[in-house]
């Protein structure tokens, strides 16, 4: 009989294998943002984070702030029930077809988090004799929508078409409906995927094909519409777009977005949406002024690519390896080794500059990595800062940072 053990014991355990070891030099981890900010400025220093989303510097937006205190003021925080049952507020359907509109679909939905969108929605549409293709480097809440799923999965090589085509020809007729999952900015490596060759192998093999554009929306493209706009695709191609409302509309929750009978149908029967409080007044109000700064102030959209492929330039001239990435919001600084990647981050960190290590979660054990999350906001002063510092780690210690030639 297997001995008992405490859930703390287990936890311990767990904890211990998960590679808890990295944190007894200090934890990178859950910084006090807010109080390094300030403590920095109170001494006439800068503090610098490459480690949050807020793509196009809109966070502290006076615009946002405004539209935040008087949704505050006039229907409160709390959504206070499931919009199916106790009801909504204009705020909601406004900022859904606001969003519809600017992604150029027929209609979205709101949930109250990006992870929970991906979960509920893979999982509510596949059903028992279905099969969902998944990207290897698959987003958890993908991962973990296709495990929630009573369907088959089953998985590509990262971005790798032709793999998916292969298995796609071997297994689709075993299957009644098929679903298709990939990002378009991949989250810890900056690469996209190829929409248009995506839409052939879906119309190839009769698949439904949902997006991940959680990276992507006021990113890609003219003006931020997504990878749609970015690859010349009909957005109306693509069956699901799901997003986020945390990163580019510097605010919190998720979306869906596609046909109106699909739209429809979830807003009815969506487990997530339907067995959840709606997405509170005040964070829709934030959400929905977000969008229209993205569209009335394009200017950041382009301010962003350049600053990202700014950054890339320099990386590449410094011989870091940033590996796939096309040089637009995410982009990785490869490391051999997770402690050398540890001691770098400090580094950093010491110097000014916050961008935590990706290390055992989220990417392969062996890469890993820093990785940038660039912003409409950095400057250029700011950029080549850090740059430096990265490029005086490389020189200190070669086999740290992969150059270029290395790694290829
Ligand atoms: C690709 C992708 N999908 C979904 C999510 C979940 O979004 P949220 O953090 O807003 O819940 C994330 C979060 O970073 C993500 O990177």
Known sequence: MSKFHSLADFATKRFRLAGKAYLENGDPFFAPIDRLRQEAEERGDYFVSFANYDYLGLSNHPTIKAACAEALETTGVGALASRLVGGERSVHHGFEQALADFLG????????????????????????????????????????????????????????????????????????????????LYSMDGDVVDLPMLVALKKKHDCWLLVDEAHSVGVLGEHGRGICEFSGVDPNEVDLIIGTLSKTFASCGGFIAGKKPVIE????????????????????????????????????????????????????????????????????????????????????????????????????????????????????????????????????????????????
């Open 105 to 184: 679909t027929e209609d979205a939905l709101t949930l109250v988090s990006g992870y929970l969108t991906n979960v509920t929605t893979i999982a509510h549409i596949m059903g028992t004799r279905d099969a969902i293709f998944i990207d290897e480097l698959s987003h958890n809440s993908i991962v973990s929508g296709a495990k929630s799923a009573v369907a088959e999965t089953i998985i590509f090589r990262h971005n790798d078409l032709a793999h998916l085509d292969q298995l796609l020809t071997e297994k689709r007729g075993q299957f009644r409906n098929a679903l298709i999952i990939a990002e378009s």
């Open 265 to 408: 149908w979830l807003r009815y029967t969506l487990p997530g949406f339907v067995y959840s409080v709606g997405l509170s007044p005040v964070i829709t109000a934030a959400a929905h002024t977000a969008l229209q700064l993205v569209q009335n102030e394009s200017w950041r959209i382009e301010r962003l690519r350049r600053n990202a492929e700014f950054f890339v330039e320099l990386a590449r001239e410094a011989g870091l390896d940033t590996g796939p990435a096309i040089g637009r919001g995410v982009i990785p600084v490869m490391f051999r080794d997770s402690h050398e990647t540890l001691a770098a981050s400090a580094y950093l960190m010491e110097n000014g500059f916050y961008v935590p290590p990706i290390i055992q979660i989220g990417v392969p054990k062996d890469q890993p990595r820093l990785r940038f999350f660039l912003s409409a906001s950095h400057s250029e002063a700011e950029i080549r800062g850090v740059i430096n510092l990265l490029s005086q780690i490389a020189q200190a210690c070669p086999a740290t940072a992969h150059s270029i030639n290395a790694a290829e």
